[in-house]
């Protein structure tokens, strides 16, 4: 199927751009179904603000960190860092424990 320039208003800015044959053909080789709903410059915008976080990873420097706590560990009775706070019902491993025991 032989593709022909196609011209799309951006969702962002409301411009018209140009979704050329050449970039159609890239998006049916990667599978995209869809046309570009942001013009050229939309989209850098936006994957710039999402990359200014922190390395691409889509907004986590808005997330709290997660608080960790500190228990024993059943196993050798060393220090297991936890992402939640052990009941003291159940056996705490630390990370070098719990990976043997999964392995």
């Known amino acids: 199927m032989i593709s022909t320039d196609r011209t799309l208003t951006c969702r962002d800015c409301s411009r018209q751009f140009t979704f050329t044959a050449s970039e159609q053909d890239f998006y049916a080789q990667k599978g995209f179904t869809q ?6 410059e939309c989209r850098e915008a ?3 603000q999402r990359n200014a976080g922190g390395g691409g990873n889509y ?5 709290p ?8 560990c059943s196993e050798c009775g060393g ?3 936890l992402p939640f706070n052990p009941s003291g ?3 705490v491993y630390c990370r070098d424990c719990f990976a043997r025991k999964r392995a």
């Open 46 to 48: 936006r994957k710039a």
């Open 65 to 72: 960190k997660r608080e960790m706590f500190t228990a024993t």
């Open 79 to 81: 220090v297991a860092e």
């Open 35 to 40: 046309d570009p709903g942001r013009c050229p």
């Open 89 to 91: 019902d159940r056996p």
């Open 59 to 63: 907004g986590s420097s808005d997330r």
